[in-house]
């Protein structure tokens, strides 16, 4: 069994994630924190905790609160125009019983890990804030966590808020640096992976046909929110009818590691210039000098990830 964290800044694609993370065999899933990002971090925990009562777990799953704003930099707006204004494409999930804990996020995980040294994997799937937050409580958690897989980066594709920028970077990029040079074991899913994983209409339609009975609540809510998502992607020229599962793909990689394919790198990211801010910079010399190695995805079997994306809920 996976013991994972998830870090999210629950929007469309990381509220996939957390379903597929509920659904998929031999996972226990420790807690969920929440970072601001697509929406805000109050919002970003509520949808979290009303996932949950959809979902119906069948064992409690603390969430937690943690940033509201980047470590350094003024809160800049959130990505209502990609989640909606709610963070899940305007739909409207029941209200949850459940409670976020009073313990905020970066404790959280500092808390799991020193309880649970070498067995926790940490899936982050929005800025590092949280991380890095918990790096200066604890600088020994770099080597108390089984592994973290990170949705964010880019380093072959270009990026997506900015010409060399992925916005889970881009969003806090001091944070990112912190992270990335602190040696804390690391693998890094970013544009250059999740790009090339995209559900269609057509993979939806499949799922409604053959999900099961008890999945069809989170099938309806997958449609619902997809719909919204497609319609962003279809504004900015991407694939028609289809939309990349960013941070379902972090999650997939963290349970399951050979549907990437890695190249260890050293990686530094850039905090200082507003054109290239959150850009990782990957030192690909031959001797590599700057920076701090990483794992890194380069490629994906597409329709390897999709499948298991979709077979948990079948
Ligand atoms: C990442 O940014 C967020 O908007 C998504 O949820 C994903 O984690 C993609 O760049
Ligand atoms: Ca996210």
């Not at 929406?39 to 799953?61: K, M, S």
């Not at 404790?107 to 937050?133: H, K, S």
């Not at 602190?182 to 992976?193: A, F, K, N, W, Y």
Request: overall charge negative; hydrophobic content about 45%; charged content about 20%.
């Amino acid at each position: 069994t996976s013991r994972i964290i998830i870090d999210a800044d629950t929007g469309i694609d990381d509220a996939l994630a957390i379903l597929y993370a509920l659904r998929a065999p031999n996972v226990h899933i420790e807690g969920i924190t929440t970072v601001f990002g697509n929406t805000n971090v109050q919002q970003a925990a509520d949808n979290t905790l009303r996932l949950l009562a959809l979902a119906n777990p069948g064992y409690e799953i603390p969430v937690a609160i943690g940033a509201s704003k980047a470590l350094v930099r003024e809160p800049g707006t959130f990505a209502a125009h990609v989640h909606g204004e709610n963070g899940i494409g305007e739909v409207q999930l029941a209200p949850s019983a459940q409670q976020v804990i009073s313990e905020p996020a970066p404790e959280f995980i500092v808390r799991l890990a020193n309880e649970n040294p070498g067995e926790i994997i940490l899936v982050t799937l929005g800025r590092l804030t949280n991380l890095a937050l918990a790096l200066q409580i604890d600088p020994a958690l770099t080597g108390k966590l089984k592994n973290v897989v990170c949705m964010g980066g880019t380093i072959f594709e270009p990026g997506n808020i900015s010409p060399v920028a992925e916005a889970n970077i881009w969003g806090d990029p001091e944070a990112a640096d912190q992270v990335f040079t602190s040696g804390i074991p690391i693998t890094m899913v970013g544009l250059d992976v999740t790009l090339k994983t995209r559900i269609t209409e057509e993979h939806l339609s499949y799922l409604k046909r053959f999900g099961r009975e008890e999945n069809q609540p989170l099938i309806a809510f997958m449609e619902e929110s997809l719909l919204f998502y497609f319609n962003f992607y279809r504004s900015v020229n991407f694939y028609l009818g289809s939309a990349p599962l960013h941070d379902p793909l972090a999650l997939m990689v963290a349970l399951q590691p050979d549907l990437v394919t890695t190249r260890r790198m050293k990686v530094r990211v850039e905090h200082q210039s507003p054109l290239t801010q959150g850009m990782v910079v990957a030192d690909l010399r031959p001797q590599p000098a700057v920076g701090t190695e990483i794992e890194v995805a380069v490629d994906v079997d597409p329709e390897r990830a999709i499948g298991a994306f979709l077979s948990v809920f079948m």
